[in-house]
């Protein structure tokens, strides 16, 4: 027995090592399929190999930011006092917009309230930079340069200003994992904007993202505009998704269609992502006062409204207030022609309207008014045709 | 290529390296692995850890380390992944132990020899993944087999680059 463990050594720790490994896999899935996340085991293990690699990525991300900031910041700064002023306002202007657009956010929000929707807005966003990959090309997961302490939490939307990104998968101290948008196992609920139509968005193979079981319409085309659908309770609702580039026959199901897409943001290419942290709103000093400003400004429109119905309730009008709505003499449709004609009188004086034009019937100075007579009908000629009701 | 006896080679022939190489060199592996393709977007075509792995069993021709180097360099790239851990584990436990195993049986130390044996170790992790991913775990993962082939071009140039490197700084008796 002895010797048989000494000749296969090799081989049985070669076995020992797989066997472990496979049944660690096999509590995993088990859990994974049980709808719990990962295990404290293995979670202690991504614990330890984030603080092993993101020190030193941290590093390598700094003096690479360093060195590119020394030159962007120092030495390649023509122009800037032109973009600066141009910046300037553009501010300006966006921040009026966004006043409105606040207001209308939260008018919106109230309605949906009241509606029952759960649908969320983005309020604030934390800026972060990115420092890491997966390093295999099977995983679309990379790393941000903020973590719990920064107040990042799990399923936070990861997007930037061209579309979204992804999701946040894993939190530590000073990191995050990021789940992109093309990962396989990743999902996000979207919606075409021409169609409306909806599905599941998920990365392929080639780390592309696709719309997934899409039942096959002849109305998508290329260029359609995707946007993110609301219903999945971590993306807000319209960001920007990608545009359809192309469309492929689902392999597995008849009558169906996998939807490829353009993404919006440059997923291979991500140095800066902005994490939704928060979808309540917060609204800074000053677009509180921007949106005081606004609703002073609606404030006085609407006062203008009111003054002018006031106005018109006090001039004579054709709405009666005490008659239902389909009896108001402005819907009364029952005369539309002309006025009618008074009775001839029975002796016509000076006073009494004619047909005739006043200056036709009664000469300056006249005193009697002379009633017109009826005009004599000529026969008709011998040769003019008669009219065909006539013929028969 | 020679042959020798498995036991001939494996006395005269085990490399050793400072302590240092052998704890800084496949950290360094790991993170660059997960930093470079940040720069080169899609077209990191290599496997850091991999080629670190096929490295050390080729040198110290025993696949006991081998194995327990590879499945750890894996552990590690599982736990950045957010895939399960161990799957990476087991293609690169499986890559350990065979590189170390026909280390003790060919002479590796020909360039030639390496490029061959990265290039097919690469073809075996990537077919060893796949199958754990889709045969053990059930996963429905999409295979695209011409970014593995490229993957193991790109290994097999590094190995040739970087294991004369290596070489360099390993203990002479």
Redesign the interface.
Known sequence: MESFVVRY??LL??LA??VA??L??AM??RR?NSGQGDGQE?RL??L???G??SP??KA??STGSGVSGIWNNYFDLRHVRQQNAELQKTVDRLRLEQAALLEDAKQGQRLQALLGFQQKYIYTTMPAE??????????R???INKGKKDGIDRDMAVITPEGIVGKV??VFGHTA?V?AIN???SGAGVIMESTRIRGILRG????RPEIVDVISDQRIKQGDKVLTAGGDQIFPRGLPVGVVDFVVNDPERDGFVDVILKPAAHL???DEVLVITVTEPQFSKEQQQDIATSEALKGAEAEKQKTSEGMAEKLPGLIDPNLPADQQPLNDTSNPGFPTRPQAPLHPDRFTPTDAAPSAGAAQGSGQAQPKKPEPTKPAAPNTPAPQGDKQ | MSVLSADARRDFEIHRYPALIYALVP??A??L???L??LL??F?WF?L?LVITVFFALSRRN??QG??LG?ILG???D????????????AK??VG?LAA?VGILVNVENHAVRLIMTFLLSLVGSAT?FF??RF??GM?????WM?ELY?AIGNSVIALVLFPLLDRTKIRD
């Open positions: 050594r090799n720790v070669l090592l797989l490994q496979i660690g896999l995993q899935v994974a293995v293990i991504r330890w190999a984030n092993i690699v030193p990525e390598l991300h990115v420092i890491g990959t997966s390093g295999t090309e099977q995983s997961v990379f790393t998968r894993d994992q789940l990962d396989q196992t392929n193979a080639q780390g291979d290419q991500l | 950290v360094l790991v993170v692995q997960a930093w393709p940040r977007g899609r990191a496997d850890p696949p006991i194995s327990i499945g552990i590690f790239e736990a950045l992944s957010g895939h399960p851990v161990g799957i990476n584990g087991i436990t499986l132990y195993t993944y754990v991913v053990l775990l429905s993962v999409d295979t695209n970014s993957k």
